[in-house]
C-alpha cells in the first residue's frame, strides 16, 4: 500500500481513507499477507463504470449543446 501511496502528497491514513471508499464501492479488493497489504482493481466492475461516465458525458455534451443553441438564438434576437 506503501508504494501505491508514494506518488501522491497526502499521509498513508489518508490515502487508506480512499482506498476503503473504493473498495465498499467493489472497484478493488485488498488482502494482506503478513505486514504487507495488496490492491487488486476488479477490471470488470471499472469498465462498467466507465460504461455509465460515457453515457453521462454524452447526455450532458447534448444538453450544453442545446443550451448554447438557445443562447445563440436569444443573442440574435435581441440583435434584431
Known amino acids: 500500500m506503501g508504494d501505491l501511496a ?3 502528497d497526502m499521509a498513508l491514513p489518508s490515502f487508506m481513507k480512499h482506498v476503503h471508499v473504493l473498495e465498499a464501492a467493489g472497484l478493488i479488493h485488498t ?3 503478513g505486514r504487507v497489504r ?3 482493481i476488479d477490471e470488470a466492475r471499472l469498465a462498467a463504470v466507465g460504461s ?4 453521462q458525458r454524452a447526455i450532458w455534451e447534448s444538453r450544453t449543446d ?3 443553441r438557445f443562447v445563440v438564438e436569444k443573442q440574435k434576437e435581441q440583435e434584431r
Open 38 to 40: 495488496y490492491c487488486e
Open 52 to 55: 455509465w461516465l460515457e453515457e
Open 66 to 68: 442545446r443550451l448554447e
Open 6 to 8: 508514494a506518488p501522491f
Open 31 to 33: 488482502r494482506k499477507e
